[in-house]
């Protein structure tokens, strides 16, 4: 399958927290960069219930080769947790 971009989306955006929400029919989610006291939406991405299960499903395979190949991730610190830095549902 050929892809059409350009040299600015192919550079990426970073993101230190992500939102997660939904309705009946999609999952929102949003990518943030997060430099307290505020925060800037990096970029929102949004999908079906079926491809949410199917990116789930493909970002565990692609994990576990990653610790497989390189070793385990440490989960995060209670710190991130406090100061909500990550990922929130």
Do not use: C, W
């Not at 939102?19 to 925060?39: N, R, Y």
């Amino acid at each position: 399958m050929e892809i059409k971009t350009n040299n600015e989306e192919l550079k990426g955006v970073y993101s230190n927290m992500a939102l997660v929400s939904h309705k009946k029919e999609e999952f929102i989610l949003d990518f943030l960069m997060v430099l307290p006291p505020t925060g800037v939406l990096s970029s929102r991405v949004i999908v079906s219930p079926g491809h949410l299960k199917r990116l789930i499903k493909t970002l565990q395979g692609s994990l576990e080769k990653y610790e497989n190949q390189f070793g385990l991730i440490e989960g995060s610190s209670e710190t991130e947790e406090k100061e909500k830095i990550g990922f929130v549902v």
